[in-house]
């Protein structure tokens, strides 16, 4: 939606047997907005988040290379007004953890609601420090519920800032080995 951030997630696979890491460009209209540096261990799969932000409603050719002539994936996307749709979703009961395990998968889960009277297509996102690290398409008809759950894995000691949209963020700590 225009004068919103969009995140673009490029999950990038390893399957060879040794580390490998590389350069990506994010473009917009032909032009790098973003550069980042992915190290993947062997034989993982991570996500790589790269955003922009448009100011103006319109149609743009995004994409995602090791340079501009060495492209991996694109795509033409429409950046719409902001949806009074999205004004619609009542998000209720999230439980967050408040303390999980260092490499260990969490949940996070609530309800939405489409307290609409039309049906509602939104993609709804978990940020982590404001880092966009899940998305999920939803599909509600007026009126109608559904259990959201993200999952994801911390592996760093320390507190995290964990939110969805635009709820007030949960704190989540990671205690620091035992020795």
Known sequence: MASESVTALLEVTNNGSV??????????????VETKFARIPAQTEQQIEFSAQFQEPGTYDVAVGRSSDDLIASRNIKVMPKSEEFEWLAFDGFNVPDTVERSEP??????????GSDETIQVLKMTVDANVVRATRIDLEPGKSMELTFQYTLDAAGEYSIAVEDLSPWTVTVPQPEE
């Open 19 to 32: 580390i490998g890491g590389e350069e990506l460009h994010f473009y917009v209209g032909g032009e790098a």
């Open 106 to 115: 969490f949940e996070v889960t609530g309800t939405i609601t489409n307290s």
